[in-house]
């Protein structure tokens, strides 16, 4: 069976040790990459740079593998996340940093991180990957610093490499890979190219799957999504119904948002608030809501209850016996009061 790299291996191998295509050349043993403790920005200049032009011209230029690349030092407090976000806040559990961080303290860093010359701070750096590492690192403290591969890279060429490597990741939910391929398609606009065929070859997706990705964002308000969050078990077929259920319903959208503004809902994990938001979604008979009717939440963010609305009548059910006692005593004077607005 034939040995050779994959194409993902490679092509990241090549953007951190910045090759670019030349004739072969001889490949250095891993046991000789070099490591340096400080910032090194004055060494860019002398680093190959990759072409700002097609996409597939980076790629061919990441094909080329060498593993002459300098790994340095740097602390993480000068290393600041992507500007362009790939993971959804929250999306990654304390718990799982946790672990790395245990791994790292007893093993060390196997693999070195990828970032950038921060382009205004002086001396402070940009994840392009690697993130995850950074916290982690940054957890354990103790001075201990974040070895790293500095290459020069603009915010397109980031992009570009943040989409490579997503692209065969497996940990990103199908609405992060979405919201991800939005940034693409925005920057893509913004510098006059075109953002089907930029999310095509950065993502290595068919035309179908951007759209699907467009499309969804779309229709779906972003608060709605921010409220859900990652949702990591939740596929593209999900994602698709609750687009379709808010096409095909606009007044969905208030009931989502009624059902966001829960604190019981924000108690939940995100795969269970979309389960949440699906079926708010849907209920059109009973407006919305987690059993059947519209959530009534008191001022200090507690469910008090639910509104069934229907044609004839509208109910109201309420959880707290003490409260229902208390508002059934204060009828007569709501009515009043509402006769008196209504003249």
Do not use: C
Request: no cysteine.
């Amino acid at each position: 069976m034939s040995k050779k790299p994959s194409s993902r291996n490679s092509m990241l191998s090549a953007l951190m040790t910045g090759a670019v295509a030349a004739p072969e050349q001889k490949t250095a043993p891993e046991n000789t990459t070099s490591v340096v403790s400080a910032p090194v920005r004055e060494e860019h200049g002398t680093q190959p740079r990759v072409s700002a032009g097609a996409v597939g011209a980076l790629k061919n230029t990441l094909a080329h593998i060498t593993k002459d690349g300098r790994v340095v030092e740097l602390d993480p407090a000068f290393i600041q996340p992507s500007p362009y976000p790939d993971r959804m806040d929250g999306a990654e559990s304390e718990e799982a940093i946790e672990v790395l961080a245990k791994s790292i303290a007893k093993s060390g860093q196997e693999v070195p991180v990828l970032v950038r010359p921060h382009p205004t701070l002086a001396n402070h750096y940009q994840t392009i990957y690697g993130h995850r590492r950074i916290r982690a690192i940054a957890r354990i403290g103790d001075g201990l610093k974040v070895r790293a591969i500095i290459r020069e890279l603009t915010d397109g060429e980031l992009l570009l490499a943040q989409g490579i490597e997503n692209s065969a990741r497996q940990d990103l939910s199908w609405i992060e890979k979405a919201m991800f391929a939005r940034q693409l398609e925005t920057f893509a606009r913004d510098n006059g190219r075109d953002p089907t065929a930029l999310v095509m070859e950065a993502l290595s997706l068919h035309p179908p799957d951007v759209s699907r990705f467009r499309t969804t964002l779309e229709v779906i308000p972003d608060d709605i999504v921010v409220a859900i969050g990652a949702a990591p078990k939740i596929g593209r077929t999900k994602w698709l119904k609750l687009y379709n259920v808010v096409k095909d319903d606009p007044s969905s959208i208030d009931r989502m948002r009624r059902l966001k503004s829960m604190r019981t809902f924000h108690n939940r994990t995100s795969d269970e608030r979309f389960s949440e938001m699906l079926r708010s979604a849907s209920d059109k008979g009973a407006n919305g809501g987690i059993d059947g009717g519209s959530q009534l939440v008191g001022s200090n963010g507690e469910a008090l209850g639910t509104v069934e609305r229907k044609r004839s009548s509208t109910r109201i059910n309420l959880t707290d016996r003490a409260f229902a006692l208390f508002v059934e005593e204060r009828l007569v004077d709501l009515h009043q009061e509402f006769q008196a607005r209504a003249r």
